[in-house]
């Protein structure tokens, strides 16, 4: 699960089950760390909270010092409750070409699910390339066509993961 601490938040962390879990630890959507909490034995989702942040205090404090210190103004009266507040800049620089490449052979309900998923990306440079691999059918072909044009297509003869994912280097 994920885990945003930049941010306000309930008091209660809603927990998907009451066996151990892992979360992504994010601060203003930066991950900064990863958590694995054991199964609670009658903690309160509170307490796994307050476990959460404790275990990446040390990058948070990075984290908000650095935003901080990069934010305009006078920093000789920096104060803790100054990195409470504080919040990393906005990128304004160009976005790096990204190409996300999906390897399938005969999946079409899969890699509908799969591009779907990547097309709701907020990412203004994201390619996403589809390689069919030695595929029976022209499913995949006709799926990309009709539901996702801004997709590229392309079929590898040869049969095999290692092919289609040596083509998409190749085609990216």
């Known amino acids: 699960m994920d885990v945003e601490i930049g941010?306000?938040?309930d008091p209660f962390l809603t927990l998907p089950r009451p066996g151990g879990f892992q979360a992504l630890v994010r601060w203003h959507g930066i991950p900064i760390g990863r958590s694995t909490m054991p199964p609670r034995d009658g903690?309160?989702?509170r307490d796994c909270t307050?476990?959460?942040?404790a275990q990446h205090t040390p990058m948070l404090l990075r984290r908000q010092?650095?935003?901080?210190?990069q934010a305009p103004g006078p920093h000789a009266s920096l104060r803790l409750p100054d990195?409470?507040?504080?919040?990393?800049?906005a990128y304004d620089g160009p976005f790096?070409?990204?190409?996300?490449?999906?390897?399938?052979?005969?999946?079409?309900?899969?890699?509908?699910v799969c591009l779907e998923a990547l097309l709701a990306l907020d990412y203004p440079a994201l390619d996403v390339l589809v390689v069919d691999n030695a595929p029976s059918t022209e499913a995949t072909a006709r799926l990309i066509a009709d539901r996702f044009p801004t997709?590229?297509?392309?079929?590898?003869?040869?049969?095999?993961?290692?092919?289609?994912?040596?083509?998409?280097?190749?085609?990216?």
Do not use: K, M, Q, S
């Open 7 to 9: 941010r306000p938040r």
């Open 65 to 69: 010092l650095r935003a901080a210190l």
């Open 151 to 172: 997709v590229r297509y392309v079929r590898e003869p040869r049969p095999g993961l290692n092919w289609a994912r040596n083509r998409a280097i190749h085609e990216a």
């Open 83 to 89: 990195l409470a507040r504080a919040a990393p800049a």
């Open 50 to 53: 307050a476990e959460i942040v």
């Open 96 to 112: 790096p070409l990204v190409t996300a490449a999906v390897c399938t052979r005969d999946r079409p309900p899969a890699a509908a």
């Open 43 to 45: 903690r309160a989702e």
